[in-house]
Every structure is written in C-alpha cells, then in structure tokens.
C-alpha cells in the first residue's frame, strides 16, 4: 500500500491550499487527514467514507473541505482562511476493509501571520 501525499507549501494568513493523496494497493473504506504541529499530538482534521459521510475537527469547519476521486483513489483537502494555527504536518491517512490504517509520509503546511 502506498500512499502519496502532495499540495503542502508556505502561505499567508487568509490564504488557500490544497492538499492531495493518491492511494494504491487496496480497497479502503474511509480516507482522512490529520495533522501534527510542534510539541502536540497527532489529531484529526477530516475524514470521509466511500459512502461520503464526512467528519471535520470542529476548529477547521467552515474553512476545510474534504472529497474524494473513487476513481483515481485520490482524497482532497481544500483549505480556505487558513490561520497560523494551521501551520503542522498534515498526514493523510486510509482505512482499509480490514480496519488496517495506512499513513503518508506528511506534507508541511505553514501560515504566516
């Protein structure tokens, strides 16, 4: 299984990106993003099943958008307003129908204020 994350960069505050992952190499049932900032622990950002049912961290709601390409086996991460707060590796992540979690290998995000 690999999974292929991308889209990470510096922007200011107020500002827009989009991450993406394209996974291979299984069936997943539900894909997502977490991230990891300096001296804190791995979190949640968003999370949606094949089914299309989507969870956000209720600190990005409003302001990120996940989706997915079935096809490509590709999850987005659109990031509107972001804030310095933001700023973290953000690690994508995909369940697969044996419940087995896979991770990228992070992509970083900064916001400048």
């Known amino acids: 299984v690999q999974l292929q994350a991308s889209g990470g960069g510096l922007v200011q505050a107020g500002g827009s990106l989009r991450l993406s992952c394209a996974a291979s190499?299984?069936?997943?049932?539900?894909m997502g993003w977490y991230r990891q900032a300096p001296g804190k622990q791995r979190e949640l950002v968003a999370h949606?099943?094949?089914?299309?049912?989507?969870n956000y961290a209720d600190s990005v709601k409003g302001r990120f958008t996940i989706s997915t390409d079935n096809a490509k086996n590709t999850v987005y991460l659109q990031m509107n307003s972001l804030k310095p707060e933001d700023t973290a590796v953000y690690y994508c992540?995909?369940?697969?129908?044996?419940?087995?979690?896979?991770w990228g290998q992070g992509t970083l995000v900064t916001v400048s204020s």
């Open positions: 992540n995909a369940r697969d129908q044996w419940a087995i979690d896979y």
């Open positions: 949606i099943t094949t089914g299309g049912s989507r």
């Open positions: 190499g299984s069936v997943f049932d539900a």
